[in-house]
């Protein structure tokens, strides 16, 4: 099949079940919605994170002005803390482009860690409407890309609905009792991960941010973060990416055994490096910066990054995190129209 029929749907569900593509997909499991695509609909960034109509036409704008290969939902990091009990500020009250943020903590000392999961959590919060959001995206690009959609790891949860100090500090000291929580926040999780499924998303993204080899060592990894993935992807069964910010060469074999269908790892590392450690049958995204290069960038520093990617064997072409609002479109468009044209 060629690129002329090949379409970027076509391409990453493909490249997801291990088949033949003509390139790498360039697509994303985060948040990718851009000023450009807002001001397309006179949406203002504060209101899209409530309001499902308005989340839909902006998720799905990247690949209307673009042609960027994917619409992920949520744009914001705080659904699932927010289902758990969490108040949230989404900063309404303002014109500036600032995401979600954690108001209240669920635990505010070791002496609060055990809660209790609710039973309705799939109905909590933001969940439905995210729902809701899914179902749009397919009914309008479903035919054309991959719908995304993502959720926190379980270490990273944790680390919003508690303080991160004190949840790293006992990670240290008393891993079976951070252990505890881990896996309660893995149930949550894997709730409404199977939400989204069910809701029609192609792949799910799980962004364990907080778990980065610059905080934890490999071997509190393995025997802290490691179970808790691996209860998650073992339990939702769909297309998978695990995504971690930060240096994570030391932990790339980890990352596989987790059991996500891919690894996800951000411009700090070595990809070819990477790939030595888990072998060419891994698929392995990244890994270029989505603002000191896609937004502070000159297209040429954009074309050259993109082809470096690409170059040094990444299977699709991912940003180390979110891509910032602010993007300017003739970046957009060169990082598209250099990644289409490559051939290996």
């Given at each position: 099949m060629t690129e002329n029929t090949m379409t970027s749907r076509e391409r990453v569900l493909k490249l997801f079940a291990g088949e033949k593509i003509d390139r790498p997909p360039c697509f994303s499991g985060m948040g990718n919605v851009t000023a450009e695509g807002l001001k397309k609909f006179d949406y203002k960034f504060a209101a899209v994170h409530s309001d499902a109509k308005m989340m839909a036409d902006s998720a799905a704008s990247s690949y209307k002005l673009y042609g960027f290969e994917c619409a992920v939902v949520p744009f914001d990091l705080c659904v699932e803390a927010e289902a758990l009990g969490c108040e949230i500020n989404v900063y309404s009250h303002l014109e500036d482009i600032l995401y979600p943020t954690i108001k209240t903590k669920l635990i505010n000392s070791e002496d609060e860690m055990?809660?209790?999961?609710?039973?309705?959590?799939?109905?909590r919060g933001r969940v439905p409407m995210m729902k809701e959001v899914i179902r749009l995206l397919k009914e309008d690009i479903g035919n054309d890309v991959a719908i995304g959609a993502h959720v926190l790891g379980p270490f990273t949860l944790a680390g919003q609905i508690m303080e991160l100090n004190t949840l790293l500090k006992l990670s240290f000291k008393k891993q079976e009792k951070v252990g505890k929580l881990l896996d309660m926040m893995a149930d949550a999780l894997i709730t409404i991960a199977k939400e989204y499924v069910d809701a029609g998303a192609d792949y799910i993204t799980v962004r364990e941010m907080g778990a980065t080899s610059d905080v934890l060592s490999p071997r509190v990894f393995q025997n802290l973060i490691l179970p808790y993935?691996?209860?998650?992807?073992?339990?939702?069964k769909t297309n998978s990416v695990i995504h971690i910010c930060g240096k994570t060469n030391d932990i790339a074999g980890f990352?596989?055994?987790?059991?996500?269908?891919?690894?996800?790892?951000?411009?700090k590392n070595d990809v070819v490096e990477a790939r030595k450690k888990i072998g060419d049958e891994p698929l392995l995204f990244g890994n270029y910066d989505p603002y000191n290069i896609l937004v502070s960038g000159t297209q040429e520093q954009v074309r050259e990054t993109m082809k470096q990617c690409m170059d040094n064997g990444v299977d699709a072409v991912w940003p180390g995190c979110d891509i910032w609002p602010t993007v300017p479109p003739e970046n957009f468009n060169a990082m598209m129209d250099e990644v289409k044209k490559y051939r290996r």
């Amino acid at each position: 099949m060629t690129e002329n029929t090949m379409t970027s749907r076509e391409r990453v569900l493909k490249l997801f079940a291990g088949e033949k593509i003509d390139r790498p997909p360039c697509f994303s499991g985060m948040g990718n919605v851009t000023a450009e695509g807002l001001k397309k609909f006179d949406y203002k960034f504060a209101a899209v994170h409530s309001d499902a109509k308005m989340m839909a036409d902006s998720a799905a704008s990247s690949y209307k002005l673009y042609g960027f290969e994917c619409a992920v939902v949520p744009f914001d990091l705080c659904v699932e803390a927010e289902a758990l009990g969490c108040e949230i500020n989404v900063y309404s009250h303002l014109e500036d482009i600032l995401y979600p943020t954690i108001k209240t903590k669920l635990i505010n000392s070791e002496d609060e860690m055990d809660i209790q999961l609710p039973s309705d959590i799939a109905s909590r919060g933001r969940v439905p409407m995210m729902k809701e959001v899914i179902r749009l995206l397919k009914e309008d690009i479903g035919n054309d890309v991959a719908i995304g959609a993502h959720v926190l790891g379980p270490f990273t949860l944790a680390g919003q609905i508690m303080e991160l100090n004190t949840l790293l500090k006992l990670s240290f000291k008393k891993q079976e009792k951070v252990g505890k929580l881990l896996d309660m926040m893995a149930d949550a999780l894997i709730t409404i991960a199977k939400e989204y499924v069910d809701a029609g998303a192609d792949y799910i993204t799980v962004r364990e941010m907080g778990a980065t080899s610059d905080v934890l060592s490999p071997r509190v990894f393995q025997n802290l973060i490691l179970p808790y993935l691996k209860k998650i992807f073992t339990e939702v069964k769909t297309n998978s990416v695990i995504h971690i910010c930060g240096k994570t060469n030391d932990i790339a074999g980890f990352m596989v055994e987790s059991g996500a269908t891919a690894i996800s790892v951000d411009q700090k590392n070595d990809v070819v490096e990477a790939r030595k450690k888990i072998g060419d049958e891994p698929l392995l995204f990244g890994n270029y910066d989505p603002y000191n290069i896609l937004v502070s960038g000159t297209q040429e520093q954009v074309r050259e990054t993109m082809k470096q990617c690409m170059d040094n064997g990444v299977d699709a072409v991912w940003p180390g995190c979110d891509i910032w609002p602010t993007v300017p479109p003739e970046n957009f468009n060169a990082m598209m129209d250099e990644v289409k044209k490559y051939r290996r």
